[in-house]
């Protein structure tokens, strides 16, 4: 895999500059290794545990015969936190820790989400 370390950087702070003080963390990282290439507050922890859960959520789709997992699944999670798991190829994961009652979620799904995408195929060499 090639890809523009740098240019991962700053999506990730243009990330921030979108959801503002409702991204509490972003990694860019490798699906084969859960390890993070770039990051905003990164969770190196956070990284291999959704490499693992989006293994067997694309794994458990497809073997009950349901439509494959395409660009991102999303999690709502206790104490006003949220997930999002952006599959970037088959090669890179992206985790997008928020708080959920500080991100609008039009802005994720139509503005952060599309730019995320875009970006980081231009990062690829």
Not at 36 to 52: D, I, R, V
Not at 82 to 98: A, K
Request: proline share 2%.
């Amino acid at each position: 895999m090639n890809i523009d370390i740098e240019k991962l950087e700053i999506l990730n702070q243009e990330l921030k500059a979108t959801l503002r003080d409702g991204l509490l963390a972003s990694d860019i990282f490798d699906r084969a290794t859960g390890l993070s290439l770039a990051g905003y507050n990164a969770q190196p922890a956070a990284s291999a545990l959704f490499t693992e859960v989006t293994n067997v959520i694309a794994t458990t789709l497809s073997d009950s015969g349901f439509p494959s997992l395409k660009r991102y699944y999303l999690v709502d999670m206790e104490n006003d936190h949220s997930v999002m798991v952006i599959r970037h190829g088959n090669d890179m994961l992206q985790g997008i820790l928020m708080n959920s009652q500080k991100v609008n979620l039009g802005v994720l799904l139509s503005v952060a989400l599309p730019k995320m995408l875009a970006g980081v195929e231009k990062a690829r060499t």
